[in-house]
């Protein structure tokens, strides 16, 4: 690895040369620093298991026309609840240095070439996406080598080689791919005149990952003469291929995505250990005008759990990323059972969305104009039969599937028997007056919580009453106020929120804030009312690129999700400390 880097860092020199004498070098980077005073909380399950936790980031980066080099430094020695073990630890994981030839944007010859660690993503991310999502815990980038080159107009084509960043160590797989793209209309000009854009993209991505050591087993067979004893192995396959083709093509009003993955058999513990090769297969559609938006899409996959470590379970060591097709919420009791993507399972997802503005001066418009929008996701399971294991040795059983065989059977179009979740979401936001506005939502959600969190809990039916309003009493003086109630007999019951905060523009904010467990369950599970109120105090301050917030409260356990991916936060209680500044 470190040849590979000083000889990149030799043709990143070759690169720099090319840049000119009078282009300035600038210095930019940021400082994000969370920080609790924790106290335990046996009420709401929270622990002191430190007397101060921090997450702290540091980013540099130098740039100028044809280099850049950057460098990020994490502190999480004493990390915030949900970050401990494997998280633990500081350093500087994230650093590269980058050479530019020519200018990209110019239909010449322009190339980019990146040694260190880089985060890429090949299409919509089904085989490859690595990224940064700290309030997650990800952070899979890879470190190696990344090469960008531009042949000529409209082409884009791309190649990589690294070992995946898994918390404070690096994988011992390699990760190496290609992608290339193609904007046909850049060569049609018939297609430029007639405002339409074509674009065609393909990949590959290769895991190299050694065998599992512990994938063994003994198992008793029948002889003429009694029995015996034989280990058994499941073969993995040192290498697993993946591609990807696609094409988009936006067209006035109109724009359509059409995506197809495929992965090679790769036997790991997400998926039973059995062969088989995983899919997925996507289709978008959206429409978009004055006043309207129109967004339809669907999405099928199985059996596409992709990681540089096998054993790894959870967000950790993921080569992909599947969208969820569900709406990520920002109100508090929408986001209380978020859905998480079924990778290795698979799912059949569908996500439908409307947003109308009627016109100002109308019935339903009324002076300022009224904005609708309502969504509507579905995911359901796809259909597996699997297989009973009769002809082949069953090293173990493992989610109704055979270690060792190809697991099941699925029919493209037939879904399987389980609902995994559904929600449809109104939203009405409507202008009363020039200092009012008011924010409405209901959803109603069908949440199956076993599938999604395993265990027990089964299908949590679950209305969501949101009101939002906002009254600027003056030009620097803003006062939003939200009111919440989510309805259920399931799981722990009814949840009631409110919130209050003060903006004093440019400077300062004001919030507080309580979630109350207000409900009864008819579940064996809570066979009391909890009755728990998660409140909440913060000061905001902003000056410049600076700022600063403080507060005080409890923050309920439960999971944190973000475009279908999800990590269990647990419950704390404290004080709390932000500071972000850029520059």
């Given at each position: 690895?470190?040849?590979?880097?000083?000889?990149?860092?030799?043709i990143l020199?070759?690169?720099?040369?090319?840049?000119?004498s009078?282009?300035?070098?600038?210095?930019?980077?940021?400082?994000q620093?969370?920080?609790?005073v924790?106290?335990?909380?046996?009420?709401?399950?929270?622990?002191?298991?430190?007397d101060?936790?921090?997450?702290?980031?540091?980013?540099?980066r130098?740039q100028?026309?044809?280099?850049?080099?950057g460098?990020?430094l994490?502190?999480?020695?004493?990390?915030?609840?949900?970050?401990?073990g494997d998280?633990?630890g500081w350093?500087?994981?994230?650093?590269?240095?980058?050479?530019?030839?020519?200018?990209?944007?110019?239909?010449?010859?322009?190339?980019?070439?990146?040694?260190?660690?880089?985060?890429e993503q090949?299409g919509s991310?089904?085989i490859?996406?690595?990224y940064?999502?700290r309030?997650?815990g990800?952070?899979?980038?890879?470190?190696g080598a990344?090469?960008?080159?531009?042949?000529?107009?409209g082409?884009?084509?791309?190649?990589?080689?690294?070992?995946?960043?898994?918390?404070?160590?690096?994988?011992?797989?390699?990760v190496?791919?290609?992608?290339?793209?193609?904007?046909?209309?850049e060569?049609?000009?018939?297609?430029?005149?007639?405002?339409?854009?074509?674009?065609?993209?393909?990949?590959w991505?290769n895991?190299?990952?050694?065998q599992?050591?512990?994938?063994?087993k003994?198992?008793?067979?029948?002889?003429?003469?009694?029995?015996?004893?034989?280990?058994y192995?499941?073969?993995?396959?040192?290498?697993?291929?993946?591609?990807?083709?696609?094409?988009?093509?936006?067209?006035?009003?109109?724009?359509?995505l059409?995506?197809?993955?495929q992965?090679?058999?790769?036997?790991?513990?997400?998926?039973?250990?059995?062969?088989?090769k995983?899919?997925?297969?996507?289709?978008?559609?959206?429409?978009?005008?004055?006043?309207?938006?129109l967004?339809?899409?669907?999405?099928?996959?199985?059996?596409?759990?992709f990681?540089?470590?096998?054993a790894?379970?959870?967000?950790?060591?993921?080569?992909?990323?599947l969208p969820s097709?569900?709406?990520?919420?920002?109100?508090?009791?929408a986001?209380?059972?978020?859905?998480?993507?079924?990778?290795?399972?698979g799912?059949?997802?569908y996500?439908a969305?409307?947003?109308?503005?009627?016109?100002?001066?109308?019935?339903?418009?009324?002076?300022?104009g009224?904005?609708?929008k309502?969504?509507?996701?579905?995911?359901?399971?796809?259909?597996?039969?699997f297989?009973?294991?009769?002809?082949?040795?069953?090293?173990?059983?493992?989610?109704?599937a055979?270690?060792?065989?190809?697991?099941?059977?699925?029919?493209?179009?037939k879904?399987?028997?389980?609902t995994?979740?559904?929600?449809?979401?109104?939203?009405?936001?409507?202008?009363?007056?020039?200092a009012?506005?008011?924010?409405?939502m209901?959803?109603?959600?069908r949440?199956?919580?076993?599938?999604?969190?395993?265990?027990s809990?089964?299908?949590?039916?679950?209305d969501i009453?949101?009101?939002?309003?906002?009254?600027?009493?003056?030009?620097?003086?803003?006062?939003?106020?939200?009111?919440?109630?989510l309805s259920?007999?399931?799981?722990?019951?009814?949840w009631?929120f409110?919130?209050?905060?003060?903006?004093l523009a440019?400077?300062w904010?004001?919030?507080?804030?309580?979630?109350?467990?207000?409900?009864?369950?008819?579940?064996?599970?809570?066979?009391?009312?909890?009755h728990?109120?998660?409140?909440?105090?913060?000061?905001?301050f902003?000056t410049?690129a600076?700022?600063?917030?403080a507060?005080?409260?409890?923050?309920?356990?439960?999971?944190n999700?973000?475009?279908?991916?999800c990590r269990w936060?647990?419950?704390?209680?404290?004080f709390?400390?932000?500071?972000?500044?850029?520059?």
């Amino acid at each position: 690895m470190v040849r590979i880097l000083l000889a990149v860092a030799a043709i990143l020199s070759a690169f720099t040369a090319h840049a000119q004498s009078d282009n300035k070098l600038t210095l930019s980077g940021s400082v994000q620093s969370e920080m609790l005073v924790p106290q335990g909380d046996s009420d709401i399950g929270a622990e002191k298991t430190e007397d101060f936790q921090t997450n702290t980031y540091v980013d540099l980066r130098l740039q100028q026309k044809y280099f850049e080099a950057g460098a990020r430094l994490e502190y999480l020695e004493h990390p915030l609840p949900g970050f401990e073990g494997d998280f633990k630890g500081w350093g500087v994981p994230h650093f590269y240095v980058k050479g530019r030839l020519g200018d990209s944007s110019s239909d010449r010859l322009s190339a980019e070439l990146t040694a260190g660690t880089f985060y890429e993503q090949f299409g919509s991310g089904f085989i490859l996406r690595t990224y940064e999502e700290r309030s997650l815990g990800i952070d899979n980038s890879l470190l190696g080598a990344r090469l960008m080159v531009k042949p000529a107009k409209g082409i884009v084509v791309k190649a990589l080689s690294g070992r995946q960043r898994t918390y404070w160590d690096w994988s011992d797989a390699w990760v190496s791919g290609a992608d290339g793209e193609l904007s046909v209309s850049e060569w049609v000009p018939s297609m430029q005149r007639h405002g339409v854009n074509l674009t065609l993209g393909a990949s590959w991505v290769n895991k190299n990952e050694a065998q599992d050591d512990m994938l063994q087993k003994n198992v008793r067979e029948t002889t003429a003469t009694g029995y015996r004893y034989t280990t058994y192995q499941v073969i993995q396959p040192r290498n697993v291929n993946a591609w990807d083709v696609r094409a988009q093509m936006n067209a006035g009003n109109v724009s359509l995505l059409a995506e197809y993955a495929q992965k090679g058999d790769d036997p790991s513990q997400a998926n039973g250990y059995i062969y088989g090769k995983g899919n997925v297969a996507m289709l978008s559609a959206s429409y978009s005008r004055k006043g309207l938006s129109l967004l339809l899409q669907t999405k099928r996959s199985e059996n596409m759990s992709f990681k540089s470590q096998r054993a790894r379970l959870g967000i950790a060591a993921a080569i992909n990323h599947l969208p969820s097709f569900t709406q990520d919420q920002t109100y508090a009791l929408a986001a209380i059972y978020p859905y998480a993507t079924q990778l290795a399972d698979g799912e059949w997802a569908y996500q439908a969305e409307l947003g109308y503005n009627f016109k100002r001066k109308t019935a339903l418009g009324g002076k300022y104009g009224m904005n609708v929008k309502v969504n509507y996701s579905y995911v359901r399971a796809i259909d597996r039969q699997f297989s009973d294991g009769a002809d082949v040795i069953s090293l173990a059983k493992t989610n109704n599937a055979y270690a060792g065989t190809e697991g099941y059977t699925s029919k493209f179009f037939k879904w399987g028997p389980q609902t995994y979740y559904q929600d449809l979401d109104i939203q009405l936001s409507r202008k009363f007056s020039k200092a009012f506005r008011l924010n409405l939502m209901y959803m109603n959600q069908r949440y199956n919580k076993t599938v999604i969190e395993g265990g027990s809990g089964g299908i949590i039916h679950s209305d969501i009453f949101v009101a939002d309003g906002k009254y600027q009493f003056a030009p620097k003086t803003t006062l939003r106020v939200e009111a919440q109630y989510l309805s259920t007999r399931q799981d722990e019951g009814d949840w009631a929120f409110a919130l209050a905060e003060l903006s004093l523009a440019p400077h300062w904010m004001f919030t507080i804030s309580d979630m109350w467990n207000c409900g009864d369950s008819d579940m064996d599970a809570y066979p009391e009312n909890t009755h728990h109120h998660y409140y909440q105090g913060l000061v905001t301050f902003n000056t410049g690129a600076h700022r600063l917030q403080a507060g005080y409260g409890r923050t309920r356990a439960g999971f944190n999700c973000s475009g279908g991916v999800c990590r269990w936060i647990p419950a704390q209680k404290g004080f709390t400390l932000s500071y972000n500044y850029s520059f």
